[in-house]
T-cell receptor, first 114, second 115 residues
Framework: AQTVTQSQPEMSVQEAETVTLSCTYD???????LFWYKQPPSRQMILVIRQEAYKQQNATENRFSVNFQKAAKSFSLKISDSQLGDTAMYFCAFITNTGNQFYFGTGTSLTVIP | DAGITQSPRHKVTETGTPVTLRCHQT?????MYWYRQDPGHGLRLIHYSYGVKDTDKGEVSDGYSVSRSKTEDFLLTLESATSSQTSVYFCATLDRGHFMNTEAFFGQGTRLTVV
């Protein structure tokens, strides 16, 4: 069975500082896609960043970057220069190349403190 | 923005009544999903569809059924609503084209309260 684990239910960070959200997953497949989604208080789900498992290079999107460790099955999200608008619930997710189920973790609630 | 519409957006219903939630997409995506979101549990998959009339169960499918008679619509039915089904329900579609297009798009969510 495939699983996604986010071990930090809540985190906080000072504005302009850097924070890292953790995610581990379990799959026996070799090729898959990993994602971080953001859910602000509006409830809308927004794609933050994605990574394909066969790519060694870590994905970056402006202030957001990932640390993808395939052997350790770890996919952490780093947010640099945190802004008040980053306050949200963050979900780690993945789907295998051959599967149909899109799996989500339990989420990390991030609060950016002014 | 992807055209994913959920209806209704809010509903209050009584225990034991059937309830149907609708997800409508204009993106022609093959894959569609229903999730429920509860505090401490994240998004849990209820059912999903990988094509017209092709559906399968997720991890929390008991008490729910789905139907997909055309690409654009995916219906979730609570056969006999219970208070444990009070939740926020999300529909999602998945674009599985080239990797850089692989992304799940979400509806706005439906808040369902069973009293």
């Amino acid at each position: 069975a495939q699983t996604v684990t986010q071990s930090q239910p809540e985190m906080s960070v000072q504005e302009a500082e850097t924070v890292t959200l953790s995610c581990t997953y379990d799959t026996s497949e070799n090729n898959y896609y990993l994602f971080w989604y953001k859910q602000p208080p509006s409830r809308q789900m927004i794609l933050v960043i994605r990574q394909e498992a066969y790519k060694q290079q870590n994905a970056t999107e402006n202030r957001f970057s990932v640390n993808f460790q395939k052997a350790a099955k770890s996919f952490s999200l780093k947010i640099s220069d945190s802004q008040l608008g980053d306050t949200a619930m963050y979900f780690c997710a993945f789907i295998t190349n051959t599967g149909n189920q899109f799996y989500f973790g339990t989420g990390t609630s991030l609060t950016v403190i002014p | 923005d992807a055209g994913i519409t959920q209806s209704p957006r809010h509903k209050v219903t009584e225990t034991g009544t059937p309830v149907t939630l609708r997800c409508h997409q204009t993106e022609n995506h093959r894959y569609m999903y229903w999730y429920r979101q509860d505090p401490g549990h994240g998004l849990r998959l209820i059912h999903y569809s990988y094509g017209v009339k092709d559906t399968d169960k997720g991890e929390v499918s008991d008490g729910y059924s789905v139907s997909r008679s055309k690409t654009e619509d995916f219906l979730l039915t609570l056969e006999s609503a219970t208070s444990s089904q009070t939740s926020v329900y999300f529909c999602a579609t998945l674009d599985r084209g080239h990797f850089m297009n692989t992304e799940a798009f979400f509806g706005q969510g439906t808040r369902l309260t069973v009293v």
